[in-house]
């Protein structure tokens, strides 16, 4: 089960316009593109999406399953949206709400066991070795977590988990004020189903909707919840910040070589473009460009994304250009990020701050096809 | 089965031997194009553009990368219920078994396949033109004609025209006559290989010659159909056509592609052209790359120089490298400080560093002087290069080359190196 309901007003104006787990990443893919890819590499073939805020690009993202080889006769990707029923009108009110409303979805499964992920995370992570954990463990829920760098800045709005030698989780707090230590919980847990249900179900009736805070930090004691460690690049897209250095990332060949290269790769919606174009006056340096642009000027440290028409003269610099985004010519845009769709009209200049990126979202009419 | 109004068969069992040895291993409809393309995409897209759900793709010679490239047809839509997508290469019957020997024993051998459909008109294709047509305007014509057969023409310089099948027609289109390269044309309205047939003619037609030796449409269905007053019209198409048969045209119509407004538009959002890609990944350009007049495709990583130029998806162009007017194939790797100018490099070749391409003055193909033509180095897919070797106009490699392939490290001009039969 992928959640994909939530926003989070750190993305800003980004949020505004779809789901995190829609946001564009990486040039061509979106951020659920890797929780999909990494169910689909682990041969989870039966996969549900839960989404309920802004999911209209999310929606047209998964409008087939085929892009990340689901569409089996075993399985398949089902979309679960909030739905007014004779007990329920309401939306989700929280994750464990959202599993609680689709309860019948689990009901009707057959699988022994429950994978529960987030659609906002840059990961790859082989959930079969997981669930051996889980098994090896005889765990009652299994917590993917990361160690993050000593120095990491704001940990504290992080699950913090404290783990004893066993890997067995002995304390869990959400977002505390001081973080106690530097491993955090990576938003993927394992899980019997019947237990799933059972514990989402008790939730329910005392009138709670959290998953974290109502069932992983209030069972701690009485549950085996087990820590695994997850090896090799994790990022949450949580705020703006976050979203810029993520994407940034890519442009360190390390990065690029673990997620464009190495087996298993990462799978996203075709669209069908044609291949990028560089006219004269082109000039690109330590930058990723999609299919489907067209480039005439120069551009730095940049990331492009589909279909991005760059004009004569322009100087792009440490931006992040997100879908058919239409920059006229003699434009200077530094430290931005230019929201998808958009139309920057010819001689303007839009300079952000080094650590502080400008959202560019002008809205302007497209004359030129 | 449901019946179908027109359903289309696109021959792609040819070798294509003048692209050398490009089609060593792979046919040539399966051959890459303007970067993340295959030549089959055009006529393959051309058709779900034109609401043709049901094709019959015949093969022949070497179809193992056709097959993986079409599969079941989903990037062109061609996943149907009813209909879509089939391949059709030759088969064992009781009696007879035989390859197919020309482009109408072809589609009499697949008799069976038309008939399933039951068509009103059937679409004859080829599979190595790029274009964008729209076929139902071509099939309004031949309806508001009450055509038997229409022939897709276009007009072609006159010196030419004896290369193709030229007709005479009337201001309405209606065909007078026929002439199957010709030595004195007397028209210069090519036959671009493009047929409707309606199905009961043809099937008639087909049946009657299936005892013609090597059968084909221009030099025997069509004459036959015309000289029993049949209503055979010409449809007069303008639009961009370029054939790729040649190492020469093919490096061309690569190369049209990077004009700023190319006559051949791959851009457009209304005919859009599908392809089977594996390798969706964007591509990365190094600090110290440069890069002009190109296009490129996904997944590539220049770390070089790279000028007027068509580079596939997923290739590697390593640092002080620099790439001329040059075509590079999916998959490839070039290492550093190469020259490479005026090359055609297939797909999935391993070059070494300090490689040079075009030296030398032109020389005459010594392999075979009427392909290997232009100037070009063509380079067969899966072959590598060694380090420090120096490579002349003309040339062609085929194979894993060492060192001591190249005496004093040079392949000179109109030289080659075929090392068939290794993988």
Same mark, same amino acid.
């Given at each position: 089960?992928?959640?994909?309901?939530?926003?989070?007003?750190?993305?800003?104006?980004?949020?505004?316009?779809?789901?995190?787990?829609?946001?564009?990443?990486?040039?061509?893919?979106?951020?659920?593109?890797?929780?999909?890819?990494?169910?689909?590499?682990?041969?989870?073939?039966?996969?549900?999406?839960?989404?309920?805020?802004?999911?209209?690009?999310?929606?047209?993202?998964?409008?087939?399953?085929?892009?990340?080889?689901?569409?089996?006769?075993?399985?398949?990707?089902?979309?679960?949206?909030?739905?007014?029923?004779?007990?329920?009108? !309401?939306?989700?009110?929280?994750?464990? *709400?959202?599993?609680?409303? #689709?309860? $019948? /979805? %689990?009901?009707?499964?057959?699988?022994? &066991?429950?994978?529960?992920?987030?659609?906002?995370?840059?990961?790859?992570?082989?959930?079969?070795?997981?669930?051996?954990?889980?098994?090896?463990?005889?765990?009652?829920?299994?917590?993917?977590?990361?160690?993050?760098?000593?120095?990491?800045?704001?940990?504290?709005?992080?699950?913090?988990?404290?783990?004893?030698?066993?890997?067995?989780?002995?304390?869990?707090?959400?977002?505390?004020?001081?973080?106690?230590?530097?491993?955090?919980?990576?938003?993927?847990?394992?899980?019997?189903?019947?237990?799933?249900?059972?514990?989402?179900?008790?939730?329910?009736?005392?009138?709670?909707?959290?998953?974290?805070?109502?069932?992983?930090?209030?069972?701690?004691?009485?549950?085996?919840?087990?820590?695994?460690?997850?090896?090799?690049?994790? !990022?949450?897209?949580?705020?703006?910040? *976050?979203?810029?250095?993520? #994407?940034? $990332? /890519? %442009?360190?060949?390390?990065?690029?070589? &673990?997620?464009?290269?190495?087996?298993?790769?990462?799978?996203?919606?075709?669209?069908?473009?044609?291949?990028?174009?560089?006219?004269?006056?082109?000039?690109?340096?330590?930058?990723?460009?999609?299919?489907?642009?067209?480039?005439?000027?120069?551009?730095?440290?940049?990331?492009?994304?589909?279909?991005?028409?760059?004009?004569?003269?322009?100087?792009?610099?440490?931006?992040?250009?997100?879908?058919?985004?239409?920059?006229?010519?003699?434009?200077?845009?530094?430290?931005?990020?230019?929201?998808?769709?958009?139309?920057?009209?010819?001689?303007?200049?839009?300079?952000?701050?080094?650590?502080?990126?400008?959202?560019?979202?002008?809205?302007?009419?497209?004359?030129?096809? | 089965?449901?019946?179908?109004?027109?359903?289309?068969?696109?021959?792609?069992?040819?070798?294509?031997?003048?692209?050398?040895?490009?089609?060593?291993?792979?046919?040539?409809?399966?051959?890459?194009?303007?970067?993340?393309?295959?030549?089959?995409?055009?006529?393959?897209?051309?058709?779900?553009?034109?609401?043709?759900?049901?094709?019959?793709?015949?093969?022949?010679?070497?179809?193992?990368?056709?097959?993986?490239?079409?599969?079941?047809?989903?990037?062109?839509?061609?996943?149907?219920?009813?209909?879509?997508?089939?391949?059709?290469?030759?088969?064992?019957?009781?009696?007879?078994?035989?390859?197919?020997?020309?482009?109408?024993?072809?589609?009499?051998?697949?008799?069976?396949?038309?008939?399933?459909?039951?068509?009103?008109?059937?679409?004859?294709?080829?599979?190595?033109?790029?274009?964008?047509?729209?076929?139902?305007?071509?099939?309004?014509?031949?309806?508001?004609?009450?055509?038997?057969?229409?022939?897709?023409?276009?007009?072609?310089?006159?010196?030419?025209?004896?290369?193709?099948?030229?007709?005479?027609?009337?201001?309405?289109?209606?065909?007078?006559?026929?002439?199957?390269?010709?030595?004195?044309?007397?028209?210069?309205?090519?036959?671009?290989?493009?047929?409707?047939?309606?199905?009961?003619?043809?099937?008639?037609?087909?049946?009657?010659?299936?005892?013609?030796?090597?059968?084909?449409?221009?030099?025997?269905?069509?004459?036959?159909?015309?000289?029993?007053?049949?209503?055979?019209?010409?449809?007069?198409?303008?639009?961009?056509?370029?054939?790729?048969?040649?190492?020469?045209?093919?490096?061309?119509?690569?190369?049209?592609?990077?004009?700023?407004?190319?006559?051949?538009?791959?851009?457009?959002?209304?005919?859009?052209?599908?392809?089977?890609?594996?390798?969706?990944?964007?591509?990365?350009?190094?600090?110290?790359?440069?890069?002009?007049?190109?296009?490129?495709?996904?997944?590539?990583?220049?770390?070089?120089?790279?000028?007027?130029?068509?580079?596939?998806?997923?290739?590697?162009?390593?640092?002080?490298?620099?790439?001329?007017?040059?075509?590079?194939?999916?998959?490839?790797?070039?290492?550093?400080?190469?020259?490479?100018?005026?090359?055609?490099?297939?797909?999935?070749?391993?070059?070494?560093?300090?490689?040079?391409?075009?030296?030398?003055?032109?020389?005459?193909?010594?392999?075979?002087?009427?392909?290997?033509?232009?100037?070009?180095?063509?380079?067969?897919?899966?072959?590598?290069?060694?380090?420090?070797?120096?490579?002349?106009?003309?040339?062609?490699?085929?194979?894993?080359?060492?060192?001591?392939?190249?005496?004093?490290?040079?392949?000179?001009?109109?030289?080659?190196?075929?090392?068939?039969?290794?993988?």
């Amino acid at each position: 089960m992928v959640l994909a309901g939530g926003t989070n007003n750190r993305m800003g104006e980004l949020s505004r316009k779809r789901a995190v787990a829609a946001m564009p990443m990486a040039g061509s893919y979106r951020c659920i593109d890797f929780a999909l890819s990494n169910m689909s590499n682990s041969h989870i073939q039966k996969v549900a999406v839960l989404t309920q805020y802004n999911a209209r690009s999310l929606n047209e993202h998964l409008n087939s399953s085929k892009w990340w080889d689901f569409g089996r006769k075993q399985g398949g990707l089902f979309v679960l949206t909030p739905t007014i029923t004779a007990d329920n009108s !309401s939306w989700y009110l929280g994750t464990a *709400d959202s599993i609680y409303q #689709n309860l $019948d /979805f %689990l009901r009707h499964c057959h699988e022994p &066991y429950v994978i529960i992920t987030s659609g906002d995370c840059v990961y790859k992570l082989d959930y079969n070795k997981v669930l051996e954990y889980h098994i090896d463990k005889k765990a009652d829920i299994t917590v993917v977590c990361k160690e993050m760098p000593e120095d990491t800045p704001g940990l504290s709005r992080f699950g913090i988990v404290k783990m004893d030698d066993e890997g067995r989780i002995v304390n869990f707090e959400e977002k505390p004020l001081v973080a106690q230590t530097n491993i955090i919980s990576a938003g993927v847990y394992v899980i019997r189903r019947r237990l799933l249900m059972e514990l989402i179900q008790k939730a329910h009736d005392e009138g709670r909707n959290d998953f974290v805070q109502d069932i992983l930090i209030r069972y701690k004691d009485v549950k085996k919840i087990f820590g695994y460690k997850l090896e090799g690049y994790w !990022s949450n897209i949580a705020m703006i910040d *976050d979203y810029y250095k993520t #994407n940034m $990332d /890519f %442009l360190k060949s390390e990065v690029r070589d &673990y997620f464009f290269r190495q087996y298993p790769g990462i799978y996203s919606r075709v669209e069908d473009l044609p291949p990028a174009k560089f006219n004269p006056g082109s000039d690109i340096r330590n930058s990723l460009i999609s299919s489907g642009c067209i480039l005439n000027g120069y551009v730095e440290n940049t990331i492009l994304f589909k279909k991005v028409y760059v004009g004569n003269n322009c100087v792009i610099k440490n931006s992040i250009i997100l879908n058919d985004v239409y920059i006229g010519d003699n434009t200077v845009i530094e430290n931005c990020i230019v929201e998808s769709r958009d139309t920057i009209r010819a001689n303007s200049s839009y300079i952000g701050e080094a650590g502080s990126v400008r959202i560019v979202d002008e809205r302007n009419d497209r004359y030129i096809l | 089965m449901v019946k179908k109004e027109m359903i289309a068969m696109l021959l792609a069992g040819g070798q294509g031997s003048r692209l050398g040895v490009l089609t060593a291993n792979v046919a040539k409809p399966a051959v890459a194009f303007g970067g993340k393309y295959r030549i089959i995409d055009f006529p393959l897209s051309n058709c779900i553009n034109s609401g043709i759900d049901t094709v019959g793709v015949l093969t022949q010679y070497r179809h193992l990368r056709l097959n993986t490239h079409i599969g079941i047809g989903i990037p062109w839509d061609l996943d149907r219920n009813n209909g879509g997508v089939t391949l059709l290469p030759p088969y064992e019957k009781s009696s007879n078994s035989d390859w197919y020997t020309g482009t109408a024993n072809a589609i009499f051998q697949n008799l069976e396949y038309i008939e399933s459909y039951n068509p009103e008109y059937v679409l004859i294709l080829g599979g190595d033109h790029i274009y964008k047509m729209d076929y139902q305007v071509m099939l309004d014509f031949h309806k508001s004609r009450k055509a038997d057969v229409t022939i897709a023409c276009m007009p072609v310089p006159w010196e030419e025209a004896s290369r193709f099948g030229v007709v005479v027609a009337d201001d309405k289109g209606n065909i007078k006559e026929f002439e199957e390269k010709p030595e004195k044309p007397s028209s210069n309205l090519a036959s671009m290989g493009i047929y409707i047939f309606n199905w009961s003619i043809l099937r008639e037609a087909l049946i009657t010659l299936k005892d013609q030796p090597g059968c084909d449409f221009g030099m025997h269905v069509i004459p036959y159909i015309h000289n029993r007053d049949h209503n055979c019209y010409a449809y007069e198409f303008n639009g961009y056509w370029k054939d790729v048969g040649t190492l020469g045209s093919y490096w061309e119509a690569n190369m049209e592609l990077i004009d700023i407004i190319p006559e051949f538009n791959l851009y457009e959002e209304f005919w859009k052209i599908y392809t089977n890609n594996d390798i969706i990944t964007p591509l990365y350009f190094a600090q110290d790359s440069k890069v002009e007049r190109c296009i490129i495709g996904e997944g590539s990583e220049i770390h070089g120089e790279v000028y007027n130029s068509v580079i596939g998806s997923g290739v590697h162009i390593g640092e002080g490298t620099v790439v001329k007017d040059s075509i590079i194939m999916r998959g490839t790797s070039i290492g550093k400080n190469c020259k490479v100018d005026k090359a055609i490099i297939a797909e999935r070749v391993e070059i070494g560093d300090n490689v040079e391409f075009g030296v030398g003055e032109f020389a005459k193909s010594a392999l075979n002087p009427k392909v290997y033509a232009f100037d070009l180095a063509t380079i067969a897919e899966n072959s590598s290069i060694p380090s420090d070797v120096k490579i002349g106009k003309n040339t062609a490699i085929d194979g894993k080359t060492a060192p001591e392939d190249y005496p004093d490290g040079v392949l000179a001009g109109g030289q080659y190196i075929i090392k068939a039969g290794e993988m």
